[in-house]
């Protein structure tokens, strides 16, 4: 009896194992793992390889050292830079969740007026690049800015707020993430049900009570999911520290590792090791990450009807709320369109004034449409992110699907699809370039290269978008189709493509949408023929073309916008009519 | 023709606290087109089999063939892929691709076929004739979205059939419609299943389904078959208590045998109470064996007090504790000795709670039953 049962729990799980290996399905797994492999492992291993080598004068590897670890933890700047980032990134997650949080139940769940101003400023600041957003910010904060400007005015000496301080730099972090934040959290405010709020309610909870005892605490996983995950991608953050931080003599982790790779000849040791302790910080902060959000989605209530929950009536208050929708218009998109509209219209940088208005010019936008470098920059940007966001869709696709149906090797695609993640973009951008400089064909300063990399970063996102995709495709749609006769490849291209093919636009225009704003990965990348957007209104910055940045940014932005349009359309639509029941 | 021969089919399921669920040891023959229904609770392991026939769920022991055609087995390590094994199948979801038309959620069995192509007009035909059988013809275009649960049924169904299968899978087909349709449905589907005379399986928890439906029963608890036979052996000769009561409503109470019975005999059984029924014993008894005593509600006739038993009837003495109204029938509550036993008598009976009541019963209805779940 007792060897018969040890036969039935080692024989047999063994066979079946053997099985799901066999045939097509196996072999498209094992494909798919070789192909993440090959994308996602080589940046670890050439990170790994360079932190602990010298490098010779010739650019190829020397002998073993630790030098470069003990050179990083014996400088005191290592701790300077990693308490700034630390309070840097805490401070911007507070501000942008208590920011976009608090919008995100107003807009949702009350009968607040002006919500179309909250969608609209969301839909905007999706298409718009980061640094045109702080060199916005930095304007209207800066010396020149009306806020500065209007306090001498007012007899004030110096300056009300030096906006090159790490204060300044929370600040601005947290208005860039508070549209995301409210995206993320007015979906799960959506979808929450409402009759638990209800039941509150006809129990005699008063609304502050209600949203205090039930609503916030269902919620609370999920918002500190969210916080986690904003507090990650603040720590890698880019664009602030380096536009902001830097002039202000405030160095950060990322900034840290930029600028070593900055140095003539660049030192790549230190950079890589530098870039090491970064992924070690990101990997313990990921892996906390997905425990807090698998105890979120064991907590998440999701409505299975497709009622919308009633919203709350805030009475008088409501007012407020709308006063707080339209603060955040204002400060998220309305002072900054004005500033850099000022400043692309304005012939120098000055401040705003009524008596400019009658100097106003052209000759920014002219500077632009006449300088066809730009043009080619359009066409780089929008190739190498369309080229990336297709990649990462097509290879994703196939790994969501083993993973979400847990075929074999499911669990082994599902890690290497999500491995990147582990990388900040300065990070990657560091590996990527070491794998060009010793790659055996000219790679670097290719678009090749910069879509290579923009590949892997994003390769995460389309699993996100793919695996989910998977998860609301009934599983008996895929079985009827086996049953019928199809086998897996046809099943793949048959059923699950096709249902799917929301869900990976989505995905496409997601990736597509962030890939045009990366500057960190592209900065280093980029060579003189490759460059993008991004990092080509960085060089004007740097450059002080503060005008040329404002036109072209305000006419790229207006592209993105229409991307970021219907990207925001179809995910409202595909979450509200799932297929497959 | 050939036979569907299962044979020691085991699939356990485990999860962090053991086993969860599953078949153990299920073997039968079905002959050709036989209507066979896999009847249970949820979780009884019946939607298991039926998923290891398909295909969709690798066994861990046992042997299924059609005819000479060897499904699975884990002996030899035979597994024939699901889309292979040629078989028609009906999802409890229907499983209609959103994606698709009409005509082409039909037509996919035939173009993906590996064994057989179809040029354009066979698929046409073969398309049309099925959507004809299930009443569909016209529909062909029709987007699979905008169908009613009913429809999509249907067109489920034409799917299973298109490419004529040799064994047509059924799992709770009839679950997710409301009442009214799936009275007729069910009219439909075995008329439809007669027409074609393909071997049927049906999965269903609904006992009135099985019984109107099946040329055969199997009766599944805790993933083993606890009795297998034709509607009317099981309704009526249920083999153990869980049968009796699964199926349809039964009294059950406990007793001893007075004297030893042999299969198919009627003997005296002692109640707790002192009376003595007799009973119909399905299989033999020795005397003093502790066995239940099964009466079915509406086999109970109701009379006043002190009437005497009619040759052939056991007689028992109550008080009636509840009344129901419910148009077609009244229902009661009896009180005997220590337990309430229920009837159900025509809507021109009528006691008044508290009235004492005689309760006849033909000893060919006091049915004698091994003790406990098997």
């Keep these: ?581 | 023709m050939e036979n569907l021969v299962v044979q020691n089919l085991s699939k356990l399921f485990r999860n962090a606290e053991g086993p969860a669920g599953g078949v153990r040891d299920t073997s039968f023959v079905l002959e050709p087109g036989t209507f066979f229904t896999l009847l249970g609770p949820s979780g009884c392991g019946k939607t298991t089999t039926l998923r290891s026939i398909a295909g969709l769920e690798a066994p861990d022991h046992g042997r299924i063939a059609l005819g000479e055609r060897v499904f699975f087995d884990a002996a030899s390590g035979v597994n024939v892929p699901l889309n292979r094994r040629n078989i028609g199948m009906v999802f409890q979801s229907y499983a209609i691709w959103p994606h698709m038309t009409v005509f082409e959620n039909v037509a996919f069995p035939l173009r993906v076929a590996k064994s057989e192509r179809y040029d354009r007009d066979a698929i046409k035909r073969m398309v049309d004739v099925a959507l004809d059988t299930v009443s569909l013809g016209g529909f062909q275009d029709r987007s699979a979205t905008r169908l009613s649960g009913g429809q999509q049924q249907r067109v489920a169904l034409a799917r299973a059939i298109v490419r004529q299968p040799r064994l047509l899978l059924l799992d709770e087909p009839l679950s997710n419609l409301d009442a009214a349709l799936r009275e007729d449905m069910r009219v439909e589907l075995k008329r439809l299943q007669q027409q074609i005379g393909v071997t049927t399986i049906y999965v269903t928890h609904d006992q009135s389904e099985a019984l109107d439906m099946s040329d055969r029963i199997a009766v599944i608890n805790g993933g083993r078959i606890v009795q297998m036979g034709v509607p009317r052996d099981i309704y009526f000769r249920p083999a153990n208590a869980f049968v009796a009561g699964f199926v349809g409503a039964t009294n059950l109470v406990r007793g001893t045998v007075a004297a030893a019975a042999s299969a198919g005999s009627v003997a005296a059984v002692d109640m707790p109470d002192g009376q003595v029924l007799h009973c119909l014993f399905p299989t033999a008894a020795a005397r003093s064996d502790r066995i239940a005593v099964s009466i079915r509600p509406e086999c109970l006739v109701l009379t006043p007090a002190e009437t005497p038993a009619a040759p052939g009837s056991n007689r028992l003495d109550g008080v009636v504790a509840t009344t129901g109204f419910l148009g077609n029938m009244n229902r009661y509550g009896i009180r005997v000795g220590d337990a309430v036993m229920h009837a159900n008598t025509g809507p021109e009976t009528q006691f008044a709670a508290g009235v004492a009541v005689g309760l006849h019963v033909t000893h060919a209805n006091t049915i004698a039953i091994p003790d406990g779940v098997p």
């Excluded at chain 1, 990101?282 to 009622?307: D, N, P, Q």
């Excluded at chain 1, 066809?372 to 869709?393: D, H, K, M, R």
């Excluded at chain 1, 925001?568 to 029941?581: K, T, V």
Aim: charged share 10%; hydrophobic share 55%; aromatic share 10%.
């Design chain 1, 1 to 581: 009896m007792s060897e018969g049962l040890q036969r039935r729990a080692q024989g047999v799980p063994l066979g079946r194992r053997l099985l799901r290996w066999s045939g097509p399905t196996g072999w498209l797994s094992l494909s798919t793992i070789a192909i993440l492999a090959v994308l996602v492992l080589p940046p670890l291993a050439v990170l790994l390889q360079v932190s602990l080598t010298e490098t010779n004068a010739d650019g190829s590897a020397g002998a073993l050292t630790l030098r470069h670890y003990a050179q990083l933890f014996a400088d005191t700047h290592l701790y300077t830079s990693a308490a700034n980032s630390l309070i840097f990134a805490s401070c911007a997650t507070l501000v942008s969740l208590l920011f976009g949080g608090t919008l995100a139940w107003i807009v949702e769940r009350t009968n607040a007026p002006l919500k179309p101003l909250a969608y609209l400023t969301t839909i905007v600041s999706l298409g718009t690049p980061y640094i045109l957003y702080v060199t916005a910010w930095l304007f209207l904060l800066g010396r020149t800015g009306p806020f500065n400007d209007a306090w001498r005015n007012l007899g004030g000496t110096g300056l009300l707020f030096d906006v090159y301080s790490l204060w300044g730099m929370i600040v601005i972090e947290g208005f860039l993430w508070s549209p995301l934040v409210f995206l993320l959290l007015s979906a799960s405010f959506r979808a929450a049900n409402a009759e638990m709020e209800e039941a509150a309610r006809m129990s005699g909870a008063s609304i502050f009570d209600t949203v205090w005892r039930i609503s916030l605490r269902l919620a609370w996983p999920a918002i500190l999911a969210m916080a986690l995950f904003v507090f990650i991608r603040n720590l890698e953050a880019f664009d602030v520290p380096v536009l902001v931080g830097t002039p202000g003599r405030v160095t950060l982790l990322t900034t840290d590792i930029y600028l070593a790779t900055r140095e003539v000849p660049p030192l790549l040791g230190h950079a890589s090791a530098f870039s090491m302790v970064m992924v070690v910080i990101v990997g313990v902060l990921l892996m906390l990450y997905g425990r807090v959000s698998r105890s979120a989605e064991r907590y998440a209530s999701v409505t299975g009807k497709g009622f919308r929950p009633r919203p709350f009536d805030l009475g008088r208050a409501r007012w407020a709320a709308g006063g707080l929708i339209l603060l955040n218009f204002m400060l998220v998109l309305g002072l900054p369109l004005t500033a850099l509209l000022w400043v692309s219209f304005s012939p120098f940088l000055r401040p705003m004034r009524w008596a400019g208005l009658r100097t106003l010019t052209l000759k920014n936008y002219t500077a632009v449409f006449n300088v066809p470098e730009y043009l080619s920059l359009a066409g780089n940007t929008l190739l190498v992110t369309a080229a990336s966001a297709t990649a990462a869709i097509l290879i994703t696709t196939v790994a969501a699907w083993i993973a979400a149906r847990r075929r074999g090797g499911g669990m082994a695609v599902d890690q290497l699809a999500t491995l990147p993640l582990v990388f900040p973009g300065i990070v990657l951008g560091v590996a990527m370039m070491e794998i060009a400089l010793r790659a055996p064909f000219p790679l670097y300063g290719t678009l090749s290269l910069l879509a290579l990399g923009f590949t892997i970063r994003y390769m995460p996102y389309g699993m996100r978008y793919a695996y989910s995709g998977v998860l609301q495709i009934h599983r008996e749609l895929e079985e009827a189709a086996g049953v019928a006769g199809a086998g897996p490849l046809g099943v793949l291209r048959r059923i699950v493509v096709p249902l799917l093919s929301p869900a990976l636009l989505s995905g496409w225009l997601f990736i597509f949408l962030i890939g045009a704003k990366e500057l960190s990965m592209a900065v280093l990348l980029a060579g003189p023929g490759s460059q993008t957007m991004a990092v080509a209104m960085f060089d004007l910055w740097v450059n002080g073309q503060g005008g040329e940045l404002s036109a072209l940014g305000l006419l790229w932005a207006l592209l993105m916008t229409v991307f970021a349009s219907a990207f925001y359309f179809l995910a409202r639509r595909s979450s509200a009519a799932a297929y497959g029941r």
